[in-house]
């Protein structure tokens, strides 16, 4: 009863409440943007020669802002919001009228989910595996290389390295291709050609990722261990003749991963930041690129629908971790 108390209960209300305010942040973000969707639209049809008669011209600006939920007052579209999010109907994209919202983000999410569960993992386990090598064998030579490295590519953005790896492997040596996320005229299918063409599409964007995500793994790990390392436990060990590897893998390592666990649940948050900018240098049909030309283009309902489904995964994944926690660390179980 005391871990439900003192440790679930107030991590479900924190999720609740944090799921809350994000979604109404959701709400609110389009609506801080400078450009009107609807005088947008109506300016996007006259500048193809369209010529639209005063009469109707009302009428086409009432409907879209029906279709984009911006009638009546903030507090109304704010209730509406909600309506229309229990009932998973964000509405039309009018950037790519008539597909719905929906439509599109299930079209582009198995992108996204793919690329980023696969290079958050890895990252996370090749970045704290080998930050802890680093922190505990300081005086290791292969390591105080490795370091070398992790200090010059820690600094470089995601968009960076995306061009470099870019113009390394696709202009200069030419081993994978340029964009997209499968070969022009190709179906996605389960079929031996389709699976080659979605992995050697992928490659890039996930080696992206892999590379400044580790790095930052690897150089957090690497500063919890050198404090783990200097515990009295880890002396006593020492003094009582424990073999080197067992300190350094079961007792040092092994505890202070726990910390990075939760830095696993926030590198969801890549997508509005490394994934969204890798999707977009490459092309990649991802959620990132899918957000990228709402927002060029003011599609109020496609905006809000991508940042509402990547609210509640970000949150809820951090829930998932939080509540796995105790298993993992005993200490949260006794207090």
Known sequence: MNIVRGYLIPRLIQYVLV?????????????????????QQIAQYQSFGVYIPPEQLEQIITTLRQLYGLEGTLLQQYAGFWGRLFAGDFGPSLAQYPASVIHLIRRALPWTVGLLLLT??????IGTLAGGMAGYYQRSRSMKVLDGVAMVVRPLPYYIMALLLLILLTFIVPIFPMSGGIGIGRI?????????????????????LVIVGGVISFQSMKLIVQGVRSEDYVVYAKAAGVKEGTIAYRYVIRNAMLPTITQLGLSFGQIFSGALITEIVFSYPGIGWLLYNATMNGDYNLIMGITCISVVAITTSILALDLLYPLVDPRVRYR
């Open 188 to 208: 996605p299918s389960f079929t031996l050609e389709s699976i080659k063409s979605i992995l050697m599409h992928g490659i890039l964007p996930a080696l992206t």
């Open 120 to 125: 958050t993992v890895l990252a996370w386990l």
């Open 19 to 39: 799921t809350f305010l994000g979604l109404s942040f959701a709400f609110l973000l389009p609506r801080l943007m400078p450009l009107d969707p609807v005088e």
